[in-house]
């Protein structure tokens, strides 16, 4: 339907550009020299001189006889003009009518169509809202801290950072984490975030500011991964790439399993070690259970000393392992029980209901050890 909509429009707009084209153009002459006008008015002239006694009879016949050859010509050629022109615009007007529609039909027909949603303008304004929510809860935020005549509590300055590193304000969270740097309860993991917010404000560059800030986090906790890639990426860009490509394999050997982290340090060896010439690393090189298909009790249990988005991550990417490998060995009985546990400690019940029951059916011929726990777990999960 709005095809012909779409049709009928084009067709209108057709019809409206061609119906100039029936009549004739009256398009002003512009003689090259003189006008007709002024050929007129030299006539009157000479009309004027032969009253006055100016010039003689014969002399304005002759005169009045060549102002008038020029009258002919000027609007002889004036009449080709108007022609020339004539053809010239309907030429135009033709090649527009039929290409513009063709040219517009083509570019619709490869980038749009009707059928297409439209632009989630909504969900845009809505992202713009939350947005400047967020930005005037960091200002009220700031605000609170900043005139709490105790200097504020080190929690409220150490989200108030976080917020501002999520926002992009990476100059303004390093001046909320220096707060907290400069009080006795600072740890490692303040300085790293420190460092952090330091090297994204100079675009990546490691400053001494930030290079002091990782090194107390180091010192405070030599382990601290995120202390650990900083200090190799300030060594790599101070020239000594072996160094900082040997404490990342360093901390990496020292992982008694997989973290998120491990990603990054891994990537960033492979980066600083193309460039001195080591074997490209994988994240199996490490952490062997990188390609076991999900969590294990063990695994979830060590998730358990992670931060709450660090463990988050790490239960999620191991349990989608575990799904993806579930879909092309849909017979594995341990899998679906590994994964309704997962599930279980996500706390999406539905999904873990419906791997226990994938494996209530493959342990049916198993006996009452299994299909009680199995059991249970759903008796939970229905609660």
Do not use: C, H
Not at 118 to 146: C, G, K, P, W
Request: charged share 25%; hydrophobic share 45%.
């Amino acid at each position: 339907m709005i095809w012909l909509f779409f049709l009928l429009l084009s067709l209108f707009a057709l019809t409206l550009m061609a119906m100039p084209l029936r009549g004739r153009f009256q398009i002003a002459a512009i003689p090259e020299d003189t006008t007709p006008a002024v050929l007129l008015d030299q006539l009157e002239e000479v009309k004027r001189d032969l009253d006055r006694g100016v010039i003689s009879e014969a002399e304005a016949k002759a005169a009045e006889q060549e102002i008038k050859r020029r009258i002919l010509m000027q609007s002889r050629k004036a009449e080709t003009r108007r022609i020339a022109t004539n053809t010239g615009g309907r030429i135009v007007l033709i090649l527009g009518a039929v290409f513009v529609p063709l040219f517009a039909g083509g570019y619709y027909m490869t980038m749009g169509s009707p059928e297409i949603d439209s632009l989630a303008f909504a969900d845009r304004t809505a992202e713009r809202e939350e947005a400047a929510q967020i930005a005037d809860l960091s200002s009220q935020l700031y605000e609170r801290l900043v005139s709490d005549p105790d200097g504020g509590p080190s929690e409220g300055w150490m989200l108030l950072g976080q917020t501002y590193t999520r926002m992009g304000r990476f100059e303004d969270a390093a001046e909320a984490f220096k707060v907290v740097s400069e009080r006795p309860e600072a740890d490692s993991a303040v300085f790293s975030m420190l460092a952090e917010a330091l090297i994204y404000a100079e675009q990546g560059v490691v400053t001494p500011p930030a290079e002091a800030a990782i090194d107390r986090a180091i010192a405070m906790n030599p382990g601290n991964p995120a202390s650990v890639y900083y200090k190799a990426v300030a060594l790599s860009q101070k020239g000594e790439s072996l160094r900082g490509y040997d404490l990342l394999i360093e901390r990496l050997d020292a992982a008694d399993g997989f973290y998120p982290w491990m990603e990054s340090l891994v990537a960033e060896a492979n980066r600083i070690g193309d460039g001195i010439g080591k074997t490209p690393l994988s994240l199996a090189d490490f952490a062997p259970t990188v390609n076991a298909p999900g969590p294990t009790a063990d695994d979830i249990a060590n998730a358990q000393d992670m931060s709450d988005d660090d463990r988050q991550a790490f239960i999620l990417s191991m349990v989608a392992r575990l799904a993806d490998r579930l879909e092309n060995e849909p017979d594995d009985l341990d899998g679906w029980m590994r994964l309704g546990n997962a599930y279980s400690v996500l706390g999406e019940a539905e999904a873990a209901i419906t791997a226990y029951e994938r494996a209530q059916e493959l342990a049916a011929d198993l006996g009452p050890p299994i299909l009680q726990e199995i059991a249970d777990a759903l008796k939970r999960l229905r609660q």
